[in-house]
């Protein structure tokens, strides 16, 4: 690819600069598998030069991780030792603070063929024992985001047609398309967006809004109820230390939290979805009062319904968002098989816990708070995408009137 290198940089100084935004004097941990390497060493170097103390690197193997969830017993895959999460706590407790980026180069079907209710136990039980650290992330305490770039796995996934290096080419072309690199000035071309993002986030908050209704001619017709003071929310978020990051690039998406009991009716996923590894097709999903009363899948079925039995709150949802289907992703005709950037293709849902920066102050409130306004509680946050080309969403707000937000899939406001 012509000036790759240079993309690369590019790519790098963003995704460390303005999506995880270390400061001065912070400790940057970066999680990454091996092909990730050539990305994070220029991450290592850009986080360096804008003043981190120190840059640590957690490496993983997508092999390594097969072997051990196929062969490893339950019981040892899930003796989980006080430092794995100290060694994030450390930092975070210290005077200099943490950040964390995350660098996704997976295999989307990693764990394709392998007990699926041993994998979700497992999962389950890593994602109850990072709770303390969980904490941090899912109130913004601390900085965090993350990105991604091509392995061969994935590129094949994609790209069955090509072979492995064109395929990867042909990725990391659209990886630093929809990333808005390829012009080589990612950093105002997303402050336009950025921009953008925060003028609608701005007209829904504006609104008002009890309720969202989403139609499409493949039978969804779902209507989400608000929490309580809820906010909308888009792209940046800022940490309870004043830093702006961005959790998620790219990102297309203006969302909220809905509230767990006022959920209902039936929605149909429009793009498969990847969970702990393994594939979930053509779904689709019933709600009433909140829950999920019936679900099927084309493919995925029994797994999709281990998602749903993870706890209490699995069944509920803690985030709506609204991403037209004009956004880059969509446009670019690619499924990623990767929620980082499918999720920013077509407006999704979340399956689990609701982010407490989408209600007032919210980071500042107990959980119990947090359930008097209707933000779910969950061990898991899972989104899956459910916006169509024909998508017609329509606000009701809390003053009565009701107003058109999409129309053909993208926005009218």
């Known amino acids: 690819m012509e000036n790759f290198d240079i993309l690369l940089k590019k790519y ?24 990730a390497a050539p990305l994070a060493r220029l991450c290592v170097r850009s986080a360096y030069e804008a003043g981190a103390r120190d840059v640590l690197v957690n490496w993983s193997d997508n092999d ?23 060694r994030y706590l450390d930092y975070a407790e210290s005077e200099g603070s943490v950040c964390v980026l995350h660098i996704h180069a997976d295999d989307p079907e990693v764990y394709a063929g392998l007990d699926g209710a041993k994998i979700s136990r497992v999962n389950a039980g890593q994602r109850k024992f990072m709770a303390p650290w969980r904490e941090y992330t899912m109130n913004d305490r601390v900085q965090w985001s993350i990105a991604a770039m091509p392995s061969a796995p994935w590129a094949k996934k994609m790209f069955p047609e090509l072979d492995e290096a064109a395929a990867v080419e042909k990725l990391w072309k659209l990886i630093f398309d929809v990333c808005r690199v390829t012009n080589g000035d990612p950093v105002n071309e997303w402050k336009a967006h950025l921009d953008r993002l925060t003028d609608l986030k701005n007209k829904m908050n504006a609104l008002d809004l009890e309720s969202v209704h ?21 792209a940046a978020s800022v ?10 690039i ?21 793009k498969p979805y990847v969970f702990n590894g393994q594939l979930i097709k053509g779904f689709h999903v019933t709600f009433k009062d909140g829950r999920v009363v019936e679900h099927g899948a084309e493919e995925g079925a029994e797994l999709l319904g281990q998602l749903l039995d993870t706890d209490e709150g699995a069944r ?26 499918d999720e920013n293709a077509a407006c999704h849902i979340a399956f689990g816990a609701s982010y407490p920066g989408t209600t007032e102050n919210g ?9 008097a306004r209707g933000m779910n509680q969950s061990t898991i946050h899972e989104d899956v995408m459910v916006g169509a080309e024909d998508s017609h969403i329509t606000g009701k707000c809390r003053d009565g009137r009701t107003v058109e937000l999409f129309r053909d899939g993208v926005w009218v406001l």
């Not at 017993?73 to 006080?82: Q, R, T, V």
Request: charged share 20%; aromatic share 8%.
């Open 64 to 86: 390594v991780s097969r072997s051990r969830m196929e062969l490893g017993s339950e019981e040892a895959l899930s003796d989980f030792k006080s430092w794995q999460l100290r």
């Open 316 to 341: 509920s949802i803690g985030e709506v968002a609204l991403v037209p289907a004009s956004s880059p992703i969509n446009r670019s005709g690619a499924l990623f098989y990767s929620t980082l950037f």
């Open 239 to 248: 940490s309870e230390k004043g830093v702006v990051f961005l959790p998620n």
């Open 12 to 35: 790098a100084d963003f995704i460390v600069r303005v999506g995880v935004n270390p400061q001065p004097g912070q400790t940057l941990i970066i999680n990454c598998c091996l092909e």
């Open 214 to 234: 989403f139609e499409s001619a493949n039978g969804t017709d779902l209507t989400v109820g608000i929490a309580d003071k809820a906010t909308w929310e888009s």
């Open 363 to 371: 980071t500042r409130l107990s959980k119990n708070e947090l359930l």
């Open 250 to 270: 790219p990102t297309e998406e203006v969302f909220t939290a809905p509230h767990k009991d006022k959920v209902d009716g039936i929605v149909y996923g429009t």
